[in-house]
């Protein structure tokens, strides 16, 4: 486990945002990973997309690596952040804008407050 542990360890340490996900952000294989991708697709995100269904080691690895149980998880800056849950709940709360701000993660404000329109 500690090659896919290093190997989990180097991407979110290379790449601003990542979104270890069931599938492609193109093309995602579950509901809940589809959620997520659509949300920073839609917000013009710049993202590392990293399949667990295509590397089992990597599919186990993030849960053991985070301490937690789901997939899609996202990673910003090194830090997890969460599942689609929370970041569905921080989206329409304005904290996910606030957390990119704060990072200086490029993103598509209004995207982001027509998120929040259409959900309102």
């Given amino acids: 486990m500690s ?3 290093t190997r989990i360890d180097d991407t979110i ?3 601003s945002v990542v979104l270890y996900m069931k599938g492609t952000k193109e093309m995602p294989q579950c ?3 589809s959620r997520v991708a659509g949300v920073l697709n839609y917000m013009g995100v710049d993202y590392t997309d990293v399949n667990v269904l295509a590397d089992e080691e990597i599919r186990q690895g993030i849960k053991d690596f985070s301490d937690w149980p789901t997939i899609p998880q996202l990673y910003i800056k090194g830090e997890f952040v969460g599942g689609c849950d929370i970041i569905t709940e921080m989206t329409l709360s ?3 804008d ?3 701000d704060a990072n ?3 993103y598509d404000k209004d995207a982001a407050d ?3 329109e259409a959900n309102s």
């Fill in 94 to 96: 304005g904290e996910l």
């Fill in 3 to 5: 090659d896919a542990k």
């Fill in 104 to 106: 200086g993660i490029t």
């Fill in 13 to 15: 340490k290379a790449n």
């Fill in 98 to 100: 606030t957390m990119f």
């Fill in 114 to 116: 027509k998120i929040r």
């Fill in 31 to 33: 509901g809940f990973s």
